[in-house]
């Protein structure tokens, strides 16, 4: 392991002093079927990857419940443009009381070999922000804590005023990033694939003067399938830029740098944790 | 105007020491028909505010083009999730060639008089930021220089590597901010009713492994109207509230504050200005 940092280290450092003749490949890391959700809209597919590294208990909840048929035909009844589309059972039903409430895991603490490949200091919400195992996240050194930041597309657990009181209600963010809404909220996935999909639903919420939604017309998850339950043939496999990869450490600072001619003025050289996509590719 | 400040001033100071006794009512201000543009696409209505009082050319050419049924037809050809849905005529068609060039507008001077409603300071790209008549901004009092910041929504003019060289082709980012463009680019207005319906644009890009999409495929802008050319009885007219009015900067207090019950632990006192939507409503 630490030879492995060194080398990436010396990479860098080369790839710093002579960026341009060093191009060095994205590296791809496959998504596990076992890892990654199905999620069939009446519009189209979505794929979201899980963070049991980071959220266990989570997505153990949320990955029994998918395979008990739990959410399969569950409304997204708070759909509200600039913010998140919220599904799940019908509010009060059995079905909803019946799922045990979840400690909330929504930050953790480090420990002095912890790291992450670093984006940028003084975030407005973080002393520090990064992405691990393809995950973006904030990190505070002076706390000693990390967590699962809230980007567009980003999956999280909605809950009651308690911060134990989630359950199986989810939400996605659908436009700027809610920030606010970190380390308060388990924040357990992300959207891979289809993302365009969850910005179509219908929205539920209207502006005064509009008539109210009738909540028949609200959109429905037709079903929602662990990968590795999908026949074989209907699979959707993914693959990510390895994050970890010195690819993507050159890709960051290319990025900051902006070197492409339409920058006839440079931006400042900072980066917005939510406004650094990464690269992904479908296998099947 | 002084006085009116000052009777401002008060008043915020006395909603901050009673916050509780002092819940300013919204204040409205009604967006005129002749700077508002209709959108029609196939699938729903969008209204955007134009912003003469910051980008006067590039709002005065895209009203006339707009009036000579320059939009009408065309398509949305780069949509791209997580970025922007742009839109504009045939590249290098006689109709795109025959629109005069337009000096960049994309950010201003600022005389010692000149003041916003703040939301923020240090801000990733901004000293500060805030809002002025509605429209979300960046202020650098050490440069002494304001802009339009890019959040979701925004409609800015595209151009080549030149800076003065926007003409008809225009962009709205559709995810996550692009404040790295602030500056860059002359934002002209903003979206206000029915960003839904952009965020549901057929996207023209794929990621690796996907097959293309079919440029027929692309949406097209049914029409595009100057409210005030629209009939009056298919005429949308919004108020948006106030940014100048003490209900709203006291809104932005307890906003910031987040004394909502659901806050069990209180996030950061900060704001992302393009997480601050504006409230607006339906007047017909």
Chains 1, 2 share one sequence.
């Not at 790839?15 to 959700?37: D, F, G, H, M, Y």
């Not at 953790?108 to 520090?128: G, I, M, P, R, Y």
């Not at 050194?141 to 699962?148: D, G, H, N, T």
């Not at 931006?267 to 650094?276: G, K, N, T």
């Amino acid at each position: 392991m630490k030879l492995a940092t060194s080398v990436l280290h010396i990479f860098a450092v080369v790839c710093l002093l002579l960026i341009s003749a060093c191009n060095a490949e994205t590296q791809w890391r496959v998504l596990k079927p076992e890892n990654t959700v199905l999620m069939t809209l009446p519009h189209g597919k979505v794929v979201i990857e899980l963070a049991p590294q980071f959220s266990p208990k989570h997505v153990q909840q949320f990955s029994t419940l998918i395979k008990d048929g739990h959410y399969d035909g569950n409304k997204f009844y708070r759909v509200i443009d600039g913010f998140v589309a919220q599904g799940g059972p019908e509010d009060g039903s059995i079905k909803d009381k019946s799922v045990p409430l979840l400690a909330i895991e929504g930050e953790w603490k480090t420990d002095k070999n912890w790291s992450f490949t670093k984006v940028q200091d003084n975030d407005l919400f973080a002393e520090q922000t990064g992405f691990k195992n393809g995950f973006a996240m904030g990190y505070n050194p002076s706390e000693k804590a990390a967590w699962l930041v809230h980007c567009p597309g980003t999956i999280a657990m909605a809950r009651g005023n308690e911060a134990d009181s989630a359950s199986s209600h989810f939400y996605i963010p659908n436009g700027q990033a809610l920030r606010y809404l970190d380390r308060i909220m388990t924040v357990f996935g992300r959207v891979v694939f289809g993302m365009e999909h969850i910005q179509a639903l219908k929205r539920t919420s209207v502006i005064e003067g509009q008539p109210a939604v009738d909540s028949r017309d609200f959109t429905a998850m037709i079903r929602m399938e662990m990968m590795s339950d999908v026949p074989k043939n209907q699979q959707i496999i993914i693959e990510i830029e390895n994050t970890e990869d010195a690819a993507f450490t050159q890709r960051l600072v290319k990025h900051r740098k902006r070197e492409n001619p339409f920058f006839y003025k440079k931006p400042l050289p900072v980066l917005d944790i939510c406004q650094v996509p990464l690269k992904a590719r479908l296998i099947k």
